[in-house]
Nanobody
């Protein structure tokens, strides 16, 4: 089992930056691909970014490409999401997710989830 705890959310203005963190514990976390999803009120949970277990490969949703960067520190079992040039439409609860070995952009492929952290971007 893998436990995930997100942190770093908050209220910012459009154009600001935030850095989300996800602390992982449990099994050999370094063998797990990690991802970030988000869910805005009244909307489905959507893929934001993923990072391979080694950290060599990342994938991003088109809506955040060029603004968000996923990274990981396997020595500290931590994954980060650097969010720059934030927009009001980025407002959502952001979730960290994990699945063994292979990364995916599909929500259904992830079986370990954190509780989420709120990000609110004002205009």
């Amino acid at each position: 089992q893998v436990q995930l705890v997100e942190s770093g959310g908050g209220l910012v203005q459009a154009g600001d930056s935030l850095r989300l963190s996800c602390a992982a514990s449990g099994r050999t976390v370094s063998l797990y691909a990690m991802a970030w999803f988000r869910q805005a009120p009244g909307k489905e949970r959507e893929f934001v970014a993923s990072i391979s277990f080694s950290g060599d490969t990342t994938s991003y949703a088109d809506s955040v490409k060029g603004r968000f960067t996923a990274s990981r520190d396997n020595a500290r079992n931590t994954v980060h999401l650097q969010m720059n040039r934030l927009k009001p439409e980025d407002t959502a609860v952001y979730y960290c997710a994990a699945r063994y070995y292979y990364a995916s952009t599909k929500r259904v492929d992830y079986n370990h989830w954190g509780q989420g952290t709120q990000v609110t971007v004002s205009a």
